[in-house]
């Protein structure tokens, strides 16, 4: 017994999963010539940006060690729990070199707010280690203190 024909096989002419080397014609079609990439130009009217503003007004650049006193009270606040803190008296003195040195740069610097940032937070730093250390000395203290008549045999 002989099965009727299936459908008949797929034309390589129109088969979409087909090799370029399937399809009719294959041998004798060259590989396509491309030009090689370029980048694209700049369109017109779109330059590099001015290195300042069509009046002239520059923009400050910001101070450096206004920057530092910032990051500097922000991890001194952050490990002032530890103890750390005590260590305030960096960002506060980055902080006050920072604003001498932008008061007197005539605008050329900006980041007055960074340094005041840095300051404040040291100070801050600063005093809520010392009043941990002092509690902990305290605590220290009393409980060293309460804990005087253990241990001994009264002889």
Known sequence: MSHPPGPPGP???HDPWATPSDQPGAASRQPESRPPYTAPSTPPGYGPPPATWPDGYQLPHTNGKAQAAMWTGLAMLLTSICGLGVLGFIPITL????RREISRSGGRQGGDGMALAGIITGAVA????????????LLLAA???????????GV
């Open 126 to 137: 600063t005093v809520l280690s010392l009043l941990l250390i002092a509690v902990v000395v």
């Open 143 to 153: 409980y060293d203190s309460s804990s005087a008549g253990y241990g001994t045999t």
């Open 95 to 98: 902080g006050v070199v920072a």
């Open 11 to 13: 034309d390589p002419a």
